[in-house]
């Protein structure tokens, strides 16, 4: 998960951010209903800030929501004890999972222990889930050389979301456009609209509706 609580925008503009609440609340309930251990792990072992705009009853359904979202953060024990990504060791993990926020646009993009653990999953066979803009974490792994995620098929927080959500002409970047670049075979559904993709032992979701079905996809493929 991401542990910055700022996204730097053009003209160096800090904007408020972190993880997207439900994309961390759904699949956490999926996962441990299941009888699986979380654990979350951060650049450094900061804890991840929440987005506060995701705690909002417009963006859960309604207050009641709003209410459930944000009970199960404050149960989720793990969330207050993060590992640092560098001490991550695959071998101890069922499948990784990565939410998304604005925040992994800032830090995970360019972090090294997070790409080195998305690499070695990949070559795992192991599922690897992303959501939203959880595959900005991707980027990294192209910092050396081409990225092995190049050639796989996957999605991600579109160009069109960005831009009805108010905030594509403000941004340095924008994922879409970088993961094609990348050599990725993007693929989007619908504005907001649940869509997941699947190549191979790499799962990825579009947007925060994808991510109880990607949890599942997940659930499956374990």
Request: proline share 8%; glycine share 10%; with cysteine.
């Amino acid at each position: 998960m991401t542990g910055a609580d700022h996204w730097t925008l053009s003209g160096n503009a800090k904007r408020h951010t972190g993880y997207w609440a439900d994309e961390f609340t759904a699949p956490y309930q999926a996962f441990t209903e299941a009888g699986f251990e979380v654990v979350v792990a951060t650049p450094g072992g900061v804890k991840p800030p929440v987005d506060l705009g995701s705690l909002a009853p417009a963006a859960n359904g309604g207050e009641k929501g709003a209410e459930e979202v944000s009970e199960i953060i404050k149960n989720a024990a793990p969330l207050d004890n993060p590992i640092a990504l560098g001490d991550a060791k695959l071998a101890d993990y069922a499948a990784v999972f990565y939410p998304g926020g604005h925040g992994p646009m800032e830090d995970l993009a360019v972090n090294k222990d997070s790409a080195a653990l998305l690499v070695e999953t990949l070559d795992s066979g192991k599922p690897l889930a992303l959501v939203c803009h959880g595959p900005a974490a991707i980027l990294a792994t192209a910092e050396n050389g081409p990225s092995p995620f190049a050639g796989y098929r996957l999605t991600a927080f579109s160009d069109a979301e960005e831009r009805l959500g108010g905030l594509a002409d403000q941004a340095k970047w924008l994922l879409e456009d970088r993961l094609i670049e990348l050599g990725a075979d993007y693929q989007c559904g619908a504005p907001f609209e649940p869509f997941v993709q699947a190549d191979r032992n790499l799962h990825t979701g579009q947007n925060p509706a994808s991510a109880a079905p990607l949890a599942a996809a997940v659930l499956d493929a374990l």
